[in-house]
């Protein structure tokens, strides 16, 4: 079986090609005969986040080209099957991506399969060979941790296609926190990568940063409270109050978003939002680990690409719940890609259908809603 996967949830063109392998010895694996990822952030860039409507027009102009060079780098396979991402996202960028699935569908007269975006990012880690060969009596029940930066949400996974949200933000994502984070200190969108940069940050608080002489202290937001919400909004909050005392360090103006000339200054302020938010998502996720008796762990979404945050986590596994499995998918599956989207659709093919007119997108859709 040959799957087309499409995603336009945000603000990048994914398309990939899967190969579906599963007749030797009954193994089930997967080959990825292309995964494309046309992005856009060089021009959201200077507006510091994604314009739906910009990105919807962007989109438009690239899924011709894009699936042109996903067929010609999988050497023009037959395909029997297309996926296509109907939420959670933007709007006008699903839109594109699902009316571009029912035409091709139109024309080579195959079934579609809709898939929900956070889904896909957890079977993202179906990808790699650290679970293909996995039974699921091994696996189940998991908790999965999606961080990006639309979502942070702790879900239950019972089953393939089983799931419960045990808690989510109330505000902001870890993701659109970092990305906040980086406006007021003036550095680059996406937020996420570039403070990873500047902290260089490591539990044992390296990279060159004095503690002693910049005692920068932010909360942990809900870290402590009896449920399984986040909230980073107030650490966003907490950086802006911090940066407002850097006047002596500052320099090319006086507001958020100027520079600051202590680099050191600047490098302990990204040490610590990052490792404070490390803290919640490590903590939150270990105590619900042990609650539902959770046979593995699993990340997704782009902040999971963060090294310091795998780091951490495999650390944390393996000293409190050493037989506990940590499958995580390569960095290039963390964020937004097509191949996830494909791996979904053969874990689901009951959704399969030809009646592919009334498929609808759902900016908010949940997981544990049906399609």
């Keep these: 079986m040959i799957i087309l996967g499409i995603d336009t949830s945000c ?8 190969k579906i392998k599963n007749k030797k010895l009954k193994i089930l694996s997967f080959e990825i005969l292309s995964n494309i990822v046309s992005s856009q952030v060089k021009i959201h860039a200077k507006y510091g986040g994604v314009w739906p409507f910009l990105a919807k027009r962007e989109h438009q102009k690239n899924l011709p080209l894009v699936f042109k060079k996903a067929l010609r780098q999988a050497k023009n396979p037959k395909i029997n099957l297309i996926a296509v991402t109907v939420g959670p996202g933007l709007e006008p960028c699903l839109w594109i991506g699902v009316n571009f699935a029912k035409e091709l ?8 399969v809709p898939i929900n975006h956070i889904e896909a990012h957890i079977l993202a880690n179906w990808l790699t060979s650290s679970l293909e060969h996995r039974t699921s009596n091994k696996i189940f029940p998991a908790i999965c941790l999606i961080v990006s930066g639309g979502h942070t949400q702790l879900i239950l996974m019972k089953s393939f296609d089983q799931y419960k949200i045990l808690g989510e933000t109330r505000d902001d994502a870890a993701g ?4 906040k984070v980086a406006r007021i200190l003036g550095l680059p969108y996406p937020g996420g990568p570039a403070i990873e940069k500047l902290s260089k940050a490591s539990s044992t608080r390296r990279a060159g940063v004095k503690p002693k002489t910049y005692k920068i ?3 942990r937001p809900m870290i402590y409270q009896k449920n399984y919400d986040f909230s980073f909004s107030g650490l966003k909050t907490a950086v802006l109050y911090q940066y407002q005392k850097l006047a002596p360090y500052r320099t090319e103006g006086s507001g958020a978003g100027s520079k600051i000339k202590n680099q050191k200054y600047k490098q302990a302020i990204c040490l610590e939002v990052q490792q404070a938010i490390i803290d919640v998502l490590i903590y939150k996720t270990i105590i619900a680990a042990r609650e539902y008796k959770a046979k593995s762990i699993i990340l997704g979404g782009g902040v999971a690409a963060n090294k310091e945050l795998r780091k951490q986590f495999k650390k944390a596994i393996k000293k409190q719940l050493p037989n506990t ?3 995580i998918p390569d960095t ?3 964020t937004d890609n097509a191949a996830m989207v494909a791996v979904s659709a053969y874990f689901n093919l009951k959704r399969k259908t ?3 007119q009334k498929i609808k997108v759902d900016a ?3 997981i544990d809603e049906e399609l």
């Design 11 to 18: 603000d990048d063109t994914c398309m990939a090609i899967l």
């Design 176 to 179: 659109e926190c970092l990305d």
């Design 332 to 334: 290039l599956f963390c």
């Design 354 to 356: 030809k009646n592919w």
């Design 364 to 366: 908010n859709l949940r």
């Design 325 to 327: 499995l940590y499958p």
């Design 105 to 112: 569908a139109r024309k080579l007269n195959l079934p579609i």
């Design 217 to 219: 202290e932010l909360p």
